[in-house]
């Protein structure tokens, strides 16, 4: 059972606050005071500056426990809760006539007891004390008026190498539109990305297109589209012995009503 409360404020124009808690009580783990606490600061024009603080608390689920699936994911009736502390706090603003908007943020992780697999017995383990940090960088820009670019890049440094947290990540779309007509092309690039506790790695890169056409007005209208994912057919893993398929190609169309 849980129970939460939350709250936020603003000051001014200019300041706003907001902070909330969850108790947890769980009849085989006890009970979990699980806290947050954050502020937006807007100094002058199209700037703001942001820090939070949160917990994160799970408990171990059933399939962890107890069911057991081949000799690479062996369950464990023993395994604690995983839990950890995050700091953040991020710088923004907008420039060229709000045609731009950067942000940095930095990030730090201070966790115990994550569930991952012994590489050595397969077996689902806590493996003890961990700290993440980083840094992302998010950029958006209105070139013309009817496109768009918006790109971000996360650099991550482990203290322990963590399955599904990939080192380096970096996004990069864009967006043309041109009355009815919309084209967007994004790619997604992949480096250091531990796909087992075995230390394998990968680094990929994908490729994705979508093009829509809109029939009707805002209110109500029919939108046609095509799309493909992984175009240049690249050949990856995220979860090891299970590979990705390659390029695809799909249609469909959306109603709105």
Do not use: C
């Amino acid at each position: 059972m849980a129970g939460y409360a939350i709250m936020q404020q603003e000051f001014w124009n200019q300041f706003t606050l907001n902070a909330g808690v969850r108790y947890e009580h769980n009849s085989t783990y006890g009970s979990e005071w699980v806290p947050q606490a954050g502020f937006t600061w807007r100094p002058f024009f199209g700037n703001s500056i942001k820090a939070s603080f949160s917990k994160g608390f799970r408990s171990p689920n059933m399939r962890e426990l107890y069911i057991t699936f081949g000799p690479g994911n062996k369950a464990n009736a023993d395994l604690n809760p995983e839990s950890m502390l995050n700091y953040e706090v991020s710088i923004g603003q907008y420039f060229w006539n709000n045609r731009i908007h950067a942000e940095v943020t930095a990030f730090y992780i201070d966790g115990k007891n994550m569930i991952q697999v012994d590489p050595q017995s397969g077996q689902l383990e806590n493996v003890g004390k961990f700290y993440n940090k980083g840094i992302e960088l998010d950029a958006d820009i209105q070139v013309l008026r009817n496109l768009r670019f918006s790109t971000n890049y996360s650099f991550l440094h482990t203290n322990k190498e963590i399955v599904a947290a990939p080192k380096h990540k970096w996004f990069l779309e864009s967006l043309y539109t041109w009355k009815n007509l919309s084209v967007t092309l994004n790619m997604q690039s992949i480096f250091g990305l531990y796909v087992s506790n075995l230390m394998k790695s990968e680094d990929y890169t994908l490729l994705n297109g979508r093009i829509a056409y809109k029939i009707g007005d805002k209110k109500q209208n029919i939108t046609l589209f095509i799309k493909g994912e992984n175009l240049t057919n690249t050949k990856y893993t995220i979860n090891d012995g299970y590979p990705m398929p390659g390029a695809i190609a799909m249609g469909g169309f959306d109603f709105k009503f």
